[in-house]
């Protein structure tokens, strides 16, 4: 099967598998304050991550290109909602248009349709610096995402079986390339070790990527005859892999991503410790079935869901919201605990 084919199968098996919503975000409430203090018009979405100054911490994340007309269509549309939104956006990885030029154009169309938006680059931990360096020129990228997937390649059936290296080849593109390096999963999750891992290394932002939306291991295995089944349930949930990397040893920046689906998973992610949200899959869904401006209308509902929620915990910034009280419970709370993270300073802090 051709790279492009594959990529095309990926975004099929993803409608049709949809979010798994078994993000734990169940498990993180917001403890009431009957006197926020503030007004809706006080509270800014306003967020700069690695140098990266964002309208508002929702952004596209990583999906698509390679997969010749049908993807360029996707991607034109999505820089479209990006640029009127004021949104940053990341493209899917961009091996394949290294791999064959003819591909260029499919990812090239986002920088043509949002000229001074902000562009995120991806591609594989098997990239070796000089493609970074053309992937971040082939769109003038903003940032370059570098994904780690080992479930995904080991769940395909034509998949990579080596992964020795990674963190070495990730460590010579931070030092040469000059844009920020985001090391991100794909649904399933990192762990405070990585985290640390990366950060030894010079990583700064870390998308944790985690499990409890878009499924891989599910995708993958819907393209084997024999499934392994036991990657379905691989993984750490969002919300869980959120307090993990924000608990890592050196503080670094954190993207919350994987199953976010409305402004209070994406409020709550905030308040564990990200910096920002990516949604992929949601997005693509809304896309593909309802149309442009479908999407468009549920990124303005998502960005005021969350300015509501900010203003019912008395949050003017992203900041602020970091430090609101929350409950931790559940399934959660005994993984934390167990992990060694205390829980209790998240339920006792204040904003002012
Ligand atoms: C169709 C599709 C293709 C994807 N391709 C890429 C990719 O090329 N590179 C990447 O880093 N992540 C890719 N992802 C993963 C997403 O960026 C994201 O990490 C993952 O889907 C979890 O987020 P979600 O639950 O919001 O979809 C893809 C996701 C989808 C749905």
Redesign the pocket.
Known sequence: MSRSER?WD??R???ENG??RL?AFDDVQFIHQSLPNIDVSDVSLHQKIGGLSLSSPIFI??????GGEKTYRINKQFAQIAKVCGMAM?????MSAIKDTAERYTYEIVRKENPSGIIIA???SEALPDHAKMAIDMIEANAI???L?VIQELTMPEGDREFSGALRRIEEIVRKVDVPVIV????FGMSKETVQKLSDIGVSIV?I??Y?????AQ?ENKRRSKSFTFFNEWGIP?AVSIFEASNAEREVSIIG?????SGIEIAKGLAAGANAA???????KILIDEGIDSLYEEILLLQNELTMIMTAVGAKSINELQKAPIMITGQTFHWLSQRGIDTKKYSQRTIH
């Open positions: 990529k990926h975004i098996f993803a409608l979010q798994q993000t994340n990583a999906m698509t290109g390679g990341a493209v899917g990885s961009q991806n591609l594989g995402q570098i994904h997937n991100k999963e794909v649904g998308d990527g985690g409890g939306g878009t499924n891989f995708i969002t991503s994987g199953g976010m689906m990516g949604l992929a899959g949601y997005f693509l």
